[in-house]
């Protein structure tokens, strides 16, 4: 009865139209009139403290760090460098999205904001050079969602902090499976590229290489430092999200000299907003995740998987293709808040790693990003390429497919995941 209190007033404020995290303020009253034990104050002090968190000070960052990037000159340079490596190779624009994804997600760490990047360069490129234009979009979409896999990573912070999972842990563990998915599209556009009606562009010279390098360094060097200052301990994930905000803007202003002081003020304005919707989301989701687990709901949800608890790659593929299945209906920061309460007890008690787990949770979330009717990345990619979404979605379907089988090999093989993690961090 109580999952169908959760089930049916979570649903029906968002089937009347209310915004995701009044849905879910609705659902957490729903569920304390249901087991009889309304607090106007505690549904407050729950609210309130759902965003008093400092971890989550990194996802603010993180979003400032990408509108600076863009607007700063780094995202252009970094393309610029991917586009002097390889772009001289047959379907060479397909392989320079490629790459400028994994650099990019590797700064940003949000899909929507790196998606926008890529195509604001790069269709416009692809389009002139005669490429597809549904596969270009495609291509383009699917590389956006590397973001939320490699580090640094909007998508772990909300689930670290959800789920009390370590951060650092679960950023340094998502870096080969973001490999992994870039590799995925890389040999993907490869079968695919053999029928582009394009020409390879000229090879460059060694000297344009080095001259892109140069340029470009300052962009190409963020990524390690973020990633090794980890590492070595050297700060906290909240503190490299302002390492790679205050870095995007020094480069962006005083060493690229891109970034003009009238620039900021959109940019500053576009983080804020995001982040307001973000944050706003944590907070009503952690009152909802309270309930739950006053209400036993995992417990019951256990028991409907209780079969499966001693089969741990059983239950991971069930868990998976729920995941799927919600992940089509619903966007990524709310699919993730609301699954990981019910969920992360079941995996605890399964003897699962919390950080295998949230690493292919998050991936799975990041796949829906590209699943209609929401597909939000999708919605970019249309928005920016000026191409119907019918189009795009057939475009994607190849690269789509591609990432999915990264999911299902690493659900079958959990060490691909775990042994370089513990590398990573040091067990």
Not at 77 to 99: D, P, S
Not at 166 to 194: D, Q
Request: proline fraction near 6%; include cysteine.
């Amino acid at each position: 009865m109580t999952i169908l209190v959760f089930l049916v007033s979570l649903l029906g404020a968002m089937a009347l139209g209310m915004p995701i995290a009044t849905s879910l303020l609705v659902c957490g009253v729903a569920l304390m009139i249901h087991l009889d034990a309304f607090d106007a104050q505690i549904l407050a002090q729950n609210l309130i403290g759902g965003a008093d968190s400092f971890p989550l000070m990194a996802v603010p960052f993180f979003m400032l760090a990408g509108e600076l990037m863009n607007a700063g000159g780094l995202s252009k340079r970094i393309i610029a460098f991917a586009m002097a490596l390889i772009g001289h190779v047959r379907g060479g624009l397909g392989y320079v999205a490629v790459l400028a994804a994994i650099v990019m997600a590797s700064i940003s760490g949000s899909a929507v904001a790196d998606t926008a990047a890529l195509a604001a360069l790069l269709i416009p490129m692809m389009r002139q050079a005669g490429y597809r234009l549904d596969r270009s979009c495609g291509l383009i979409a699917a590389g956006g969602i590397i973001a939320p896999v490699i580090p640094p990573s909007i998508g772990f912070v909300v689930f670290g902090v959800a789920a009390g999972v370590s951060i650092t842990r679960l950023f340094l563990a998502g870096i080969v499976p973001g490999l992994l998915m870039g590799l995925a599209l890389a040999i993907t556009w490869y079968v695919l590229a053999k029928d582009e009606p394009v020409s390879a562009l000229p090879r460059p010279s060694v000297k344009s290489i080095v001259k892109a390098a140069l340029d470009g360094f300052w962009a190409l060097l963020l990524p390690f430092m973020i990633i090794g200052g980890m590492k070595v301990g050297a700060f906290t994930p909240t503190e490299a999200a302002v390492v790679a905000a205050v870095y995007s803007l020094f480069v962006g202003m005083f060493v690229y000299r891109e970034l003009k002081v009238e620039y900021l003020r959109p940019a500053f304005l576009a983080a804020l907003k995001m982040s307001a919707s973000v944050m706003f989301l944590v907070a009503a989701a952690l009152v909802s995740a309270w309930l739950i687990t006053i209400a036993n709901i995992p417990a019951e949800v256990g028991a409907m998987l209780g079969p499966l608890i001693e089969y741990k790659m059983l239950l991971m593929i069930a868990m998976m293709l729920l995941v799927v299945v919600v992940g089509t209906a619903l966007d990524f920061i709310p699919t993730v808040l609301i699954l990981t309460p019910v969920l992360m007890p079941i995996v605890k008690q399964a003897g699962i790693d919390p950080v295998y787990f949230g690493v292919l949770f998050i991936m799975n979330n990041a796949i829906g990003l590209l699943t209609p009717p929401v597909g939000t990345v999708l919605n970019v990619v249309c928005a920016v390429g000026r191409i119907p979404m019918d189009k795009v979605i057939r475009g994607v379907m190849p690269f789509l497919l591609a990432q999915v089988a990264v999911l299902v090999l690493l659900t079958l093989f959990p060490e691909i995941v775990m042994v370089p993690a513990k590398w990573f961090y040091g067990r």
